[in-house]
């Protein structure tokens, strides 16, 4: 049985979540089916989510090498297909003026260009591959909730501006309330671009299926449960078959099966992030609290909530999760986070709640994502450590790793020029792993203290 960080209710890979994405996928014409022979390909990818399915879609398109996704659960089944649907810039808990201070500015700039260039190629995709998930708002809205807070949102916006050249636009509260929406806690924002919303799952299955058209193999309900060495391949067996390839990508950021490879151990700290949904509102509800943005938005502290208002008029909310992952702690958590909605939109106290959730958020010990090779074996590819800015980091991780493994010998251990210094290779383990979870909550509960007090 795999020691999994979390409570086992969190790794049901038969099991699909209940959330409202879910509910609304629609159809995709995928071919994923298990694995249930004995198979070899030149690279097998373990994780169906936007980092590996972007992997086998650049690679299949741009390579002559045959490529195998193998997934534990369902495509999407994971973060990418559960997440709010914000594709925005981010993926680091490090900010931009600790990147710069520890790396340099160069470096600070080339890191958040690739993130605008994640963005934009997530956009692409949904255009080139003409895939079913409507892009949504101009532009991410994050929010102060106090006024030391709204100035510490400005100089940050200043700096993002001025520093980095980022697209950013201070609104203040009176406008904001005129513009956007109204809440007790609203003290102005900043408006970040280029940034949208999504669906979710729809963009990840619609990603498998031009994975598969461009010749990648799709292996759906195909958990890795033994990963070994013969010869110069590697021997990736499931409950159905086996799969034998030269070069292996690991791409399950925050479900990464520690059990299997010593390297993984102790490298990420998967956090549980959960979201609620309501009923569909009505023009009076919206009107309720004067809401007339459909882009997405974020409370700009430590512990932020994020939500947006979906294309049927429902309203997503989201936050930190649960302790230990287990369905019982859940439930609790969700009572609290419907309450937190409540304190940022009082007139929505009477809304009902059709849909609750939760997922992992994976962050790493230097607060950056980490894209490499293991030193070991240059065979082994990896990407992950996305904190919570997925959609666009994980797509553009995949693809350099494509790009990557494309174009290099199987024993060259250089990482590429074009990756940024703070991304580059395995992330330092965290201290006492095993204790992971009792930091994490202390750390949590720091957090909670100082913004009751700022």
Not at 26 to 46: C, M, R, Y
Not at 91 to 104: L, W
Not at 359 to 368: A, D, I, N
């Amino acid at each position: 049985m795999p020691d999994w960080l979390y409570h086992k209710d969190m790794y049901r890979f038969d099991r699909p979540e209940p959330s409202y994405w879910e509910s609304t996928a629609g159809k995709q014409s995928l071919k994923a089916t298990p694995l249930t022979t004995n198979e070899q390909f030149d690279v097998a990818i373990i994780g169906g989510g936007y980092t590996g399915l972007s992997a086998a879609y650049h690679l299949a398109r741009d390579s002559n090498l045959d490529v195998c996704v193998l997934e534990a659960g369902h495509i999407g089944w994971g973060a990418s297909g559960r997440n709010g649907g914000f594709c925005s810039i981010g993926g680091d808990a490090m900010g931009a003026e600790a990147m710069v201070e520890r790396y340099g500015l160069d470096e600070a700039r080339a890191y958040y260009r690739c993130q605008v260039d994640g963005v934009q190629l997530v956009r692409d995709l949904i255009v080139d591959e003409k895939i079913d998930s409507p892009r949504q708002g101009d532009g991410e809205l994050a929010i102060a909730c106090s006024e030391r807070g709204f100035q510490k949102l400005k100089d940050h916006a200043e700096f993002q501006f001025r520093m980095l050249g980022l697209d950013t636009k201070v609104v203040g509260r009176e406008e904001f309330s005129e513009r956007f929406f109204k809440s007790p806690l609203q003290h102005g924002a900043v408006i970040l671009r280029p940034t949208f919303g999504l669906h979710p799952l729809r963009f990840v299955r619609g990603l498998a299926r031009a994975a598969e058209l461009q010749g990648a193999r799709l292996h759906s309900m195909s958990e890795v449960v033994e990963w070994s060495k013969d010869g110069q391949f590697h021997v990736l067996t499931t409950e159905g078959g086996t799969l034998r390839a030269k070069q292996v990508v690991l791409a399950t950021n925050g479900y990464s099966p520690e059990h299997l490879h010593p390297e993984l151990k102790g490298r990420s700290m998967p956090i549980i992030s959960s979201i609620v949904v309501t009923r569909p509102m009505t023009p009076d509800d919206l009107a309720l609290q004067g809401w007339q943005t459909d882009s997405p938005s974020i409370t700009a502290v430590r512990l932020l909530n994020y939500y947006r208002v979906l294309p049927d008029g429902r309203f997503m909310f989201g936050g930190r999760g649960s302790a230990n992952g287990s369905d019982r702690s859940a439930e609790g958590n969700y009572t609290a986070l419907i309450a937190r909605s409540h304190e940022l939109f009082p007139n929505w106290r009477d809304l009902e709640i059709d849909y609750r959730w939760h997922g992992l958020v994976c962050m790493t010990r230097r607060m950056t994502p980490a894209i490499g090779r293991l030193d070991d074996d240059p065979s082994v590819f990896f990407a992950f450590g996305y904190h919570g800015n997925g959609v666009n980091t994980a797509t553009w991780s995949g693809q350099q790793v494509a790009q990557w493994l494309a174009s290099s010998g199987r024993k060259e251990r250089t990482t590429p020029d074009w990756l940024p210094g703070m991304i580059r290779g395995m992330p330092e383990r965290l201290p006492l792993a095993s204790l992971r979870l009792t930091y994490l909550q202390a750390m949590i509960g720091a957090f909670r203290l100082a913004q009751r007090f700022s």
